[in-house]
């Protein structure tokens, strides 16, 4: 049985959903509404192009709502930085406050919306390039509601088809066939998109990367070059670094049949063998052709080839023993 819901919840309901249409949602728990979402854009009349920010509201309904303060939460930010989020977080505090024991939901969407539409210009930075996005720069929104420099994403499309080519260019025939085309990322998540490069490449580069002062090598900087090269001197000293200070061979090397010919030295009643790199004989004894292996001369010159300690079944165990 569900239970008893102000009636001022779904008056306020159904005016949302008479202005919001398919872009509000309303959860239901035991036939009680219980959350309300909506993505919200900043207001930018019928020109959806130019919405560069979103995020999503979602209102969580207390028992004895509007009487009390219900549970507001910012989802999936777009374009917005933690600074501008803690800002809208503080101003629904207060208007929750000023509005308590009214219904508050619209009131909350308009105020969202009115922050979204003053920054409109999306905050924090290009990941290509790191630098961050001012007046005059031109930059482009995906599908995904991530922003970048056309200048920037242009070259990021270019390099990520250039790297698929040189792999594709690796793989035998029969797998370059069967092989996906190449398709457009976007460098935060990886969802498709479709630009064309040639436009995006006619944007100028970004502002500030014209405008930023040369790069010079400050005090921080060097104590912190110094720091790290005491800590990689630490980690080889003790042997934390793979491939530096090791002099002992490689573990697995790599030789072709000639590298493993010994000089064929024959001995009475023997015949002349050739030692194996690692499933062969014993170093100082020879193979007859139809016996177990017996002492060589001592005449025969030492096997210096890679040897791993295999028996001649090719598998780990004392070495020159277990063969069948």
Known sequence: MSAKVDERVYDEIEALEAILIEDLVVKH??????????????STADNIDQQFVCITLEVRLTPDYPDSSPEVFLRNPRGLDDQLLSIINTKIREMLNINL?????????????????????????????????TQGD??????????FHSHCLSKHLIAGKKYYQEELDKLPNWQQVQAPAYQQTCPVCRCLVAFDVETLKKAPPPVDSLTAPPFHL???????????????????????????????????????????????????????????????????????????????????????????????????????????
């Not at 010994?262 to 193979?287: F, H, I, L, N, Y």
């Open 218 to 324: 400050t005090a921080e900087l060097k104590a912190l070059q110094q720091r790290m090269a005491d800590l990689l001197a630490r980690q080889v000293a003790r042997g934390g670094v793979v491939g530096m200070g090791d002099d002992g061979p490689p573990p697995l090397t790599i030789t072709t049949p000639s590298d493993n010919e010994e000089p064929k030295v024959s001995t009475s009643g023997t015949q002349d063998v050739k030692v194996e790199a690692a499933g062969g004989a014993r170093p100082g004894s020879s193979t007859s052709s139809d016996g177990p292996a017996s002492p060589a001369s001592p005449n025969r010159a030492s096997y210096k080839g890679p040897f791993r300690g295999f028996n001649r079944r090719g598998k780990p165990g004392r070495r020159g023993r277990g063969g069948r």
């Open 29 to 42: 728990e035991d036939g009680v509404p219980k959350i309300i979402e909506t993505v919200i854009h900043p």
């Open 138 to 147: 031109v930059f482009i929104k995906t599908q995904c509601y991530h922003h």
């Open 101 to 133: 024991g009214n219904p508050v939901i619209f009131e909350l969407i308009e105020l969202v919306r009115e922050f979204l539409t003053q920054s409109n210009l999306p905050s924090g930075q290009c990941v290509i390039c790191l630098h961050g996005f």
